[in-house]
């Protein structure tokens, strides 16, 4: 822990890189609550619900 907070800019670029991380998260939980009926359903439809 140290090392990340002995230089400035690397504690701002790991929060920055946990900010992006977080956000890309939210934004394919946010996908997946939207679209997951039509992604269940095309799975059903191709025979691959079963490996789910």
Known sequence: MKALTSHPLKFILAS??????LVIVLLAFDGWVRHST???????QSGIAWCL
């Open 16 to 21: 920055l890189a946990a900010a992006v991380s």
């Open 38 to 44: 039509d992604i269940f359903i095309s799975a059903v």
